[in-house]
């Protein structure tokens, strides 16, 4: 996992070509403005998703898994705490389905909290549970969010 603001991206574009062209991706006015839905950049191997909703308690929360696609989730406006663990000792709830490249798992042991802000973002390799659209604060709060969607295999 990686995680910072989206001004120190240029730090990341040595690691993986792919991750520099989803950072990149975000810096565009038109992917920035974009309304809720779903953008091709480069077919199946880049894309992006457009989400507006209001956070959930921490509680309600599953943790999820890719296999196939690294997630770059960038904060556009709001705040919202991301929830993460090893995926060691972790129980599954629903199994992969390779066609929508998810699982679900619960953990029994504490879960780490990232709260991503305007403009920060986060990276989640393959493999890395996460746990997205959690509640920063006691409230929900509104949230506008990029996940940028990148094929890793």
Do not use: W
Not at 110 to 137: I, Y
């Amino acid at each position: 996992m990686i995680t910072d603001s989206l001004e120190h991206a240029f730090r990341y574009e040595t690691i993986d070509s792919r991750i520099a062209a989803g950072l990149a991706l975000l810096n565009e006015e038109y992917v920035r403005t974009a309304a809720e839905g779903r953008y091709e950049v480069q077919g199946e191997d880049l894309f992006f998703i457009v989400q507006e909703y209001a956070t959930s308690p921490f509680e309600q929360g599953r943790l999820e898994i890719h296999q196939k696609y690294l997630d770059i989730q960038f904060i556009t406006s709001g705040r919202e705490c991301i929830g993460y663990a090893p995926l060691e000792g972790l129980d599954e709830l629903e199994p992969y389905s390779e066609s929508k490249d998810i699982a679900f798992y619960s953990s029994n042991r504490p879960v780490s909290r990232l709260v991503l802000e305007t403009g920060m973002f986060a990276v989640f390799f393959p493999q890395e549970p996460h746990m997205p659209g959690r509640q920063a604060a006691d409230k929900p709060e509104p949230v506008k969010k990029i996940v940028v969607k990148i094929r890793m295999k």
